[in-house]
């Protein structure tokens, strides 16, 4: 990975915007009671503190960068040019995997939200938080149920033990559910 692309890696793991992944700098980093690493840093946009926990693969990404002449010289974590030029390396990346969609810094924050994160359990509160957002309503926009979470969330309905009793009970009992209009 060459020293300009590695920031967009960043992008896609952490749904941070354009503007965000610019200004990131080594107070940034913080170490939690547990010694587990996050970035904790006020969203440009909104001011609102995102507390992300920094994975292994950007760690390593930005200990690539320390002695990056831009890094060194800007005082940031990572060697970010403009947002003209990441687009240009999402589309390199996009060409690379034959992704036939025009990939742009946004849509890397709406697929850091959906696909890294809601798709793979991660609480909606959670993912809000993470992106900085100041209303949940904001994040369900990025939210789209994806046909593969339904299913997933019916398959553990289906061979539910408590589920199944509850019908088996309803099926094989008589039961008289009364009725709210009768006295």
Known sequence: MNYSKGHVLVLLLYGLAFADIE????????????????????????????????????????????????????????????????????????????INKALTTHLAKHTFATTVTLSNWVPIETVSKMLGHTSLKTTQIYAKVLDSKISDDMEKLKNDPALLEFAKSILYNSWVVPDPFIG
């Open 23 to 98: 200004k990131l700098i080594e107070d940034d980093l913080v170490k939690d009671i547990k010694g587990n690493k996050w970035i904790k840093t006020k969203r440009k946009k909104t001011k609102v503190l995102s507390s992300i926990p920094l994975l292994s693969i950007p760690e390593a990404i930005i200990d690539k960068y320390k002695e990056h002449p831009r890094v060194v010289a800007k005082g940031t974590l990572l060697p970010v040019y403009t947002n003209q030029r990441t687009n240009f390396y999402l589309k390199e990346i996009a060409a690379g995997c034959k």
